[in-house]
C-alpha cells in the first residue's frame, strides 16, 4: 500500500500492445526456454519480463545455453560446459566448442531477397541480394588469402559505411582473421595511431565519402596511411565516392576492389575457438594511444543474436537502419542484423544535410524500414529546427532505437508526435566495451519517458554507492556484477592485462564498473545521469551533468550545452555553463535568467551555474560524446597536449578555445582579478 506522502509512480509514456506481444520472438523464447528449464519454469509468467530477466542472471549458464540452442549455434565440436570459470576479468565461456560468425551472419540470407540495402543522402541506394553478398564475402576471402591472410592476422578497413566495408569484414573474419575499421574523416596519422598497433596485413581503402553534400577525395589520405603501416603486404583499392583510383596513384602494391570482387568460388568459413579474435574497437583515444578492445567470434555471436533477435525482435522481415560511422560500435551492431536474418542499411553522408535535412526519415519511409536508429542530438536536432518526419509514410516503423548519451525527457513526446503514437522510443546505454548493451527495452516492456525500460536479459547490473553497497532510488554508479560473453578478451598489446584490469575492475574488484552514474528504479526502469568521472558535487551533493543539459536544451535559444565542475587550488568549486546558441538567438541578461529558471525547476537548485557562457563549439569525440572531463582539466589549466589529442576530437580548434579559457582563468587567480562571484 502506497504511504500518503510517497508520490505515485509516474504513468509510462509508452505500453506493449497485448495484440503484438504474444508474436514477439522474446516471448516465444520464454516460453520455449521454460518448457526445458524447470527454474524458469516455477519462476512465474516466462512472457513476463521482469521473470525473464531475474532467471537470466541468477541461472547464468541456463540463460546463455537456451540463447546458444533457441538460436541454433552451430559448432562443429560440442562445448563442454557453458561456463566453466565466473571470473571478472578472465570468464571463461563455451570452451571446447568452435564456430564462425562470418558462417552465422550468411546461413539465413535468402538468395533473391536484400541482405543489404546501400543508401546515401542524395537518396539513392541499391540492393545486395543475399546471394550477392555470399558471392562477394566468397570472392573477397580468396583475394585475402591469396594475400596471405589467414587465421590470426589482422585486416584493416579505412572505409564509410558502405556495404565495401561489411562485405570486406565478413571475409576476413571467415578466415579467422581479426578485423578493425575505421571513417574516413579520420587524419591518416589518427587512424594509423590504431592500426600500426594491429600490424595488420592487408588495408582496405575507399577513394572518398559523400557528407553535406560534397565529396571527400580520400586517395592521398589512404596512401598516406598505407605508408604509415610497414606491415601491409597490400591494399585493396574500392572505387566508391566518385574520384576513382588510376594507376598512377599506386605507391604500393594493390588490388582493386571490382577485380578482386569479380572472383568465382565457394564460400569455406574457418571454425574457430569460441573466444577466438574477431575484431579490434578502439576508445575514443582523448589521452595517447586509442586502446584497442578486442571482442571473441562466440561471444559477440552470443550477445548480438539476444540483442537483435530478442530485444529488438529482428527476423527475416525487417529492415534496420541506424545512422552510423564505421568507429562507432553501432556498425558492429548494424553488420549483425544479418545474424537474425534481417536486411542491413547501410548509409553514406550526413544525417541531416542541409539540402534535405529529413533524408533519413524519407529514406525510412521508402525502403519500410521498421527498425529506425539514431542519437540523442539527431532527435532534439529534429525537434528544435522543425522538421516533420510525419509527412512521410512512417507506418512500417515500431520502433526507434536511440543510444551514444543520455536521451532527455523531452525527446519522447516528440517522437510520439511526429514518427507515431504506436511506435517505441527505445532508448539504450551500453558501450564500445561490450559491444553491446547494458540496460534498454524490449517488445513486452513499458517505456518512461527519459528512462530506459530495463536491464538487458543476461546483464545482471546493479547501482552501487561509494562503499559498493547496491542502492535502489537512488544514483549510483553503473556496475555489472557478473560476467557476459561480449566482455573483452583483453586489450590490445597488454601483455599482463594491468590496463584492462585498471579500466573496469581497479574500483570494486571483480566487479566491472563502466563509469556512468544511473538509477536502478524500484519499478525496475534505468535512468542514466552521465560520466561518473564528470559528476557535479556541489557542496556535498552529486548530479549528472545530463540532468543540467536535458533541462536547458529544451530552451529553443540553445542548440547545445556543456556544464562542468571544476576544483580549484584554492579549494574553491567553479560551475560554469558552456551554451551554443541557435541562430540569431542572443545570450542577454534575461536568456542567462531562463537557463538559471530551468535548471533551478527542472534539475536542481543547488546546481545552478557559476556563470553562463556562449561559446563557438562543444567538443565531442567522433562517435559524439561530449568532452566533459578533457575541458574540465582544461579549464584547470592543463595543457591541451596533456589532455586530448586532437584526432580524437570532431572539432579540434574547440580545444584551444577552452585552454585559453583556463590559461586566462588561471591568470586572474594569479592576479586576483577573478569577477567576485
Given at each position: 500500500?502506497?504511504?500518503?506522502?510517497?508520490?505515485?509512480?509516474?504513468?509510462?509514456?509508452?505500453?506493449?500492445?497485448p495484440?503484438?506481444?504474444?508474436?514477439?520472438?522474446?516471448v516465444?523464447f520464454?516460453?520455449?526456454?521454460?518448457a526445458?528449464?524447470?527454474?524458469?519454469?516455477?519462476?512465474?509468467?516466462?512472457a513476463?519480463?521482469?521473470?525473464?530477466?531475474?532467471?537470466?542472471?541468477t541461472?547464468?549458464e541456463?540463460?546463455?545455453?537456451?540463447?546458444?540452442?533457441?538460436?541454433?549455434?552451430?559448432?562443429p565440436?560440442p562445448?563442454?560446459t557453458v561456463?566453466?570459470?565466473?571470473?571478472?576479468?578472465?570468464?571463461?565461456?563455451?570452451?571446447?566448442?568452435?564456430l564462425?560468425y562470418?558462417?552465422?551472419?550468411?546461413?539465413?540470407l535468402?538468395?533473391d531477397?536484400p541482405?543489404?540495402?546501400?543508401l546515401?543522402?542524395?537518396g539513392?541506394?541499391?540492393d545486395?541480394l543475399g546471394g550477392?553478398?555470399?558471392?562477394?564475402v566468397?570472392?573477397i576471402?580468396a583475394?585475402?588469402?591469396?594475400?596471405?591472410?589467414?587465421?590470426?592476422?589482422?585486416v584493416a578497413?579505412?572505409?564509410?559505411?558502405?556495404?565495401?566495408?561489411?562485405?570486406?569484414f565478413?571475409?576476413?573474419?571467415s578466415?579467422?582473421a581479426?578485423?578493425s575499421?575505421?571513417?574516413q574523416?579520420?587524419a591518416?596519422?589518427?587512424?594509423?595511431?590504431?592500426?600500426?598497433?594491429?600490424?595488420?596485413t592487408?588495408?582496405?581503402?575507399?577513394?572518398?565519402?559523400?557528407?553535406?553534400?560534397?565529396?571527400?577525395?580520400?586517395?592521398?589520405?589512404?596512401?598516406?596511411?598505407?605508408?604509415?603501416?610497414?606491415?601491409?603486404?597490400?591494399?585493396?583499392l574500392?572505387?566508391?565516392a566518385?574520384?576513382?583510383?588510376?594507376?598512377?596513384?599506386?605507391?604500393?602494391?594493390?588490388?582493386r576492389?571490382?577485380?578482386?570482387?569479380?572472383?568465382?568460388?565457394?564460400?569455406?568459413?574457418?571454425?574457430?575457438?569460441f573466444?577466438?579474435?574477431?575484431?579490434?574497437?578502439?576508445?575514443?583515444?582523448?589521452?595517447?594511444l586509442?586502446?584497442?578492445?578486442?571482442h571473441g567470434?562466440?561471444g559477440?555471436?552470443?550477445?548480438?543474436?539476444?540483442?537483435?533477435?530478442?530485444?529488438?525482435?529482428?527476423?527475416?522481415?525487417?529492415?534496420?537502419?541506424?545512422y552510423?560511422?564505421?568507429?562507432?560500435?553501432m556498425?558492429?551492431?548494424?553488420v549483425?542484423?544479418?545474424?537474425?536474418?534481417?536486411?542491413?542499411?547501410?548509409?553514406?553522408?550526413?544525417p541531416?544535410?542541409?539540402?534535405?535535412?529529413?533524408v533519413?526519415?524519407?529514406?525510412?519511409?521508402?525502403?519500410?524500414v521498421?527498425?529506425?536508429?539514431?542519437?540523442p542530438?539527431?532527435?532534439?536536432?529534429m525537434?528544435?529546427?522543425?522538421?516533420?518526419?510525419?509527412?512521410?509514410d512512417?507506418?512500417?516503423?515500431?520502433a526507434?532505437?536511440?543510444?551514444?548519451s543520455?536521451?532527455?525527457?523531452?525527446?519522447?513526446?516528440w517522437?510520439?508526435?511526429?514518427?507515431?503514437?504506436r511506435?517505441?522510443?527505445?532508448s539504450?546505454s551500453?558501450?564500445t566495451?561490450?559491444?553491446?548493451?547494458?540496460a534498454?527495452s524490449?517488445?513486452t516492456?513499458?517505456?518512461?519517458?527519459?528512462?530506459l525500460?530495463?536491464?538487458h536479459?543476461?546483464?545482471?547490473l546493479?547501482?552501487y554507492?561509494?562503499?559498493?553497497?547496491?542502492v535502489v532510488?537512488?544514483?549510483?554508479e553503473?556496475?555489472?556484477?557478473?560476467?557476459?560473453?561480449?566482455?573483452?578478451?583483453?586489450?590490445?598489446?597488454?601483455p599482463?592485462?594491468?590496463?584492462?584490469?585498471?579500466?573496469?575492475f581497479?574500483?570494486?574488484?571483480?566487479?566491472w564498473?563502466?563509469?556512468d552514474?544511473?538509477?536502478?528504479?524500484?519499478?525496475?526502469s534505468?535512468i542514466?545521469?552521465g560520466?561518473?568521472?564528470?559528476?557535479?558535487?556541489?557542496?556535498?551533493?552529486?548530479?549528472?551533468?545530463?540532468?543540467?543539459?536535458d533541462?536547458?536544451?529544451?530552451?529553443?535559444?540553445?542548440?547545445?550545452?556543456l556544464?562542468?565542475?571544476?576544483?580549484?587550488?584554492?579549494?574553491?568549486y567553479?560551475?560554469?555553463?558552456?551554451?551554443?546558441?541557435?541562430?540569431?538567438?542572443?545570450?542577454?541578461?534575461?536568456l542567462?535568467?531562463r537557463?538559471?529558471?530551468a535548471i533551478r525547476?527542472?534539475?536542481?537548485?543547488?546546481?545552478?551555474?557559476?556563470?553562463?557562457?556562449?561559446?563557438?563549439?562543444?567538443?565531442?569525440t567522433r562517435t559524439?560524446?561530449?568532452?566533459?572531463?578533457?575541458?574540465?582539466?582544461?579549464?584547470?589549466?592543463?595543457?591541451?597536449?596533456?589532455?586530448?589529442?586532437?584526432?580524437a576530437?570532431?572539432?579540434?580548434?574547440?580545444?584551444?578555445?577552452?585552454?585559453?579559457?583556463?590559461?586566462?582563468?588561471?591568470?586572474?587567480?594569479?592576479t586576483?582579478?577573478?569577477?567576485?562571484?
Amino acid at each position: 500500500m502506497t504511504k500518503p506522502d510517497t508520490p505515485p509512480p509516474p504513468e509510462p509514456f509508452w505500453t506493449p500492445d497485448p495484440a503484438d506481444t504474444p508474436d514477439s520472438r522474446i516471448v516465444d523464447f520464454g516460453r520455449w526456454a521454460a518448457a526445458r528449464y524447470p527454474g524458469l519454469d516455477r519462476a512465474g509468467d516466462p512472457a513476463d519480463y521482469d521473470v525473464l530477466h531475474r532467471w537470466s542472471v541468477t541461472e547464468l549458464e541456463e540463460f546463455w545455453g537456451a540463447v546458444w540452442e533457441y538460436f541454433d549455434v552451430d559448432s562443429p565440436t560440442p562445448y563442454e560446459t557453458v561456463l566453466a570459470e565466473e571470473l571478472m576479468p578472465g570468464a571463461r565461456w563455451f570452451p571446447g566448442a568452435t564456430l564462425n560468425y562470418t558462417h552465422h551472419a550468411l546461413r539465413h540470407l535468402r538468395d533473391d531477397e536484400p541482405a543489404l540495402l546501400a543508401l546515401d543522402e542524395t537518396g539513392a541506394g541499391y540492393d545486395v541480394l543475399g546471394g550477392e553478398l555470399r558471392a562477394q564475402v566468397a570472392a573477397i576471402a580468396a583475394t585475402l588469402r591469396d594475400l596471405g591472410v589467414g587465421a590470426g592476422d589482422t585486416v584493416a578497413g579505412y572505409l564509410p559505411h558502405t556495404p565495401h566495408a561489411i562485405v570486406a569484414f565478413l571475409a576476413a573474419a571467415s578466415l579467422g582473421a581479426v578485423w578493425s575499421v575505421c571513417g574516413q574523416d579520420y587524419a591518416p596519422e589518427a587512424a594509423a595511431n590504431r592500426f600500426a598497433q594491429l600490424r595488420p596485413t592487408v588495408l582496405f581503402a575507399a577513394d572518398g565519402y559523400l557528407f553535406n553534400g560534397t565529396v571527400h577525395d580520400r586517395r592521398d589520405a589512404a596512401l598516406e596511411l598505407a605508408g604509415r603501416l610497414p606491415t601491409l603486404t597490400a591494399v585493396v583499392l574500392v572505387d566508391h565516392a566518385g574520384p576513382g583510383w588510376s594507376d598512377d596513384r599506386r605507391s604500393v602494391r594493390t588490388v582493386r576492389w571490382d577485380d578482386a570482387v569479380a572472383r568465382t568460388g565457394e564460400l569455406v568459413c574457418t571454425p574457430v575457438p569460441f573466444d577466438h579474435p574477431l575484431w579490434v574497437v578502439f576508445s575514443s583515444g582523448t589521452t595517447g594511444l586509442p586502446k584497442g578492445i578486442v571482442h571473441g567470434h562466440g561471444g559477440v555471436l552470443l550477445e548480438h543474436l539476444k540483442t537483435l533477435g530478442l530485444h529488438s525482435d529482428l527476423g527475416p522481415a525487417d529492415r534496420l537502419l541506424w545512422y552510423t560511422t564505421t568507429h562507432w560500435m553501432m556498425w558492429n551492431l548494424v553488420v549483425s542484423t544479418l545474424l537474425t536474418g534481417a536486411t542491413a542499411c547501410t548509409y553514406d553522408g550526413s544525417p541531416a544535410p542541409f539540402a534535405r535535412p529529413d533524408v533519413l526519415w524519407d529514406l525510412a519511409a521508402r525502403h519500410h524500414v521498421t527498425i529506425f536508429g539514431t542519437s540523442p542530438p539527431y532527435l532534439l536536432g529534429m525537434a528544435k529546427f522543425g522538421i516533420d518526419p510525419s509527412v512521410h509514410d512512417l507506418s512500417a516503423i515500431r520502433a526507434v532505437g536511440c543510444t551514444g548519451s543520455t536521451l532527455p525527457a523531452s525527446a519522447y513526446p516528440w517522437v510520439g508526435e511526429h514518427v507515431g503514437k504506436r511506435v517505441q522510443l527505445a532508448s539504450t546505454s551500453g558501450g564500445t566495451d561490450v559491444v553491446s548493451g547494458f540496460a534498454g527495452s524490449a517488445a513486452t516492456t513499458p517505456v518512461w519517458a527519459g528512462e530506459l525500460s530495463a536491464p538487458h536479459l543476461g546483464v545482471a547490473l546493479a547501482a552501487y554507492s561509494p562503499d559498493g553497497s547496491p542502492v535502489v532510488d537512488q544514483v549510483g554508479e553503473l556496475v555489472v556484477t557478473r560476467p557476459m560473453p561480449s566482455m573483452p578478451l583483453y586489450f590490445w598489446n597488454d601483455p599482463d592485462g594491468a590496463r584492462y584490469r585498471d579500466a573496469y575492475f581497479a574500483t570494486y574488484p571483480g566487479v566491472w564498473r563502466h563509469g556512468d552514474w544511473i538509477t536502478l528504479t524500484s519499478r525496475g526502469s534505468v535512468i542514466v545521469h552521465g560520466r561518473s568521472d564528470s559528476t557535479l558535487n556541489r557542496n556535498g551533493v552529486r548530479l549528472g551533468s545530463a540532468d543540467i543539459h536535458d533541462a536547458v536544451e529544451r530552451l529553443p535559444e540553445i542548440a547545445e550545452s556543456l556544464v562542468i565542475g571544476a576544483e580549484e587550488p584554492d579549494g574553491g568549486y567553479w560551475m560554469p555553463l558552456f551554451v551554443v546558441l541557435t541562430e540569431g538567438a542572443v545570450l542577454d541578461d534575461a536568456l542567462r535568467d531562463r537557463v538559471r529558471d530551468a535548471i533551478r525547476t527542472g534539475a536542481s537548485p543547488r546546481h545552478v551555474p557559476d556563470e553562463v557562457l556562449a561559446v563557438p563549439g562543444i567538443p565531442h569525440t567522433r562517435t559524439g560524446k561530449k568532452l566533459e572531463v578533457p575541458v574540465k582539466r582544461l579549464l584547470q589549466g592543463a595543457s591541451a597536449g596533456d589532455v586530448v589529442s586532437p584526432a580524437a576530437v570532431d572539432r579540434p580548434e574547440l580545444i584551444a578555445f577552452y585552454a585559453r579559457l583556463g590559461a586566462d582563468r588561471a591568470r586572474a587567480r594569479t592576479t586576483g582579478t577573478e569577477d567576485g562571484r
